[in-house]
């Protein structure tokens, strides 16, 4: 089936310790985004990537950082240096042409501070 | 920065009531899109609609770009419905979307 995969479902992290996201998404798409959702709050822009080896920074990318190495594949990390991870992250992926930025989710990743 | 603003936030209707939605967004647009969020999480796309009228069911949508707001409505709703449906929208001089804050929607049996 065709569609965005993100793992893990739930993630846990140490206090100083780099963790990485992982979201595939099979259905050719050019562009992928990276979402934070803190509770009961709308979606904030964290990376996106229009092209392969190239990504641009959102609103919120310090303390995150990601790789474009592959078309389908764009992992974020988020690293010591983010204070405040726990929250809800959603990897979101656009086509080119027409429908550019018509954008499709994926199930989501819950990361918690241990 | 564009702004978008959702209203109401919460809105709590029993099962087979209409609604109507709202998002207002400060500068001209491109793209806009409504999600509805179930309560695990994920976002589905309901409409791309950034001009005119769409339907698809029970629900629809219509935004008035030229005085920049959209509307969503939900009628004879069930507790299906129920979630978090989110505003996007993407300036004419940009390539992202920004979301608004939501409506939490609860349609109670």
């Known amino acids: 089936d065709g569609g965005i995969t993100q793992s893990p479902k739930y993630l846990f992290r140490k206090e100083g310790q780099n963790v990485t996201l992982s979201c595939e998404q099979n259905?050719?798409?050019?562009?992928m985004y990276w979402y934070r959702q803190d509770p009961g709050q709308g979606l904030r822009l964290i990376y996106y990537s229009q092209i392969v080896n190239d990504f641009q920074k959102g609103d919120i990318a310090e303390g995150y950082s990601v790789s474009r190495e592959k078309k389908e594949s764009f992992p974020l990390t988020v690293t010591s240096a983010q204070k405040n991870p726990t929250a809800f992250y959603l990897c979101?992926?656009?086509?080119?042409?027409?429908?550019?930025?018509?954008?499709?989710f994926g199930a989501g990743t819950r990361l918690s501070v241990l | 920065g564009i702004q978008v603003e959702q209203s109401p936030p919460d809105l709590i209707l029993q099962e087979g009531a209409n609604s109507t939605l709202r998002c207002n967004f400060s500068?001209?647009?491109?793209?806009l899109q409504w999600f509805h969020q179930n309560p695990w999480g994920q976002l589905i796309n309901l409409f791309y609609i950034p001009s005119g009228t769409k339907q698809n069911g029970r629900l629809s949508a219509t935004t008035v770009a030229t005085e920049r707001y959209s509307l969503l409505y939900i009628s004879s709703s069930q507790t299906t419905d129920s979630g978090v449906y989110f505003c996007a929208v993407e300036e004419t001089s940009g390539s992202r979307l920004t979301f608004g804050e939501g409506t939490q929607l609860t349609v109670n049996p």
């Open positions: 259905l050719n798409h050019d562009a």
């Open positions: 500068d001209s647009v491109n793209n």
């Open positions: 979101a992926s656009s086509p080119r042409g027409w429908a550019k930025n018509i954008q499709y």
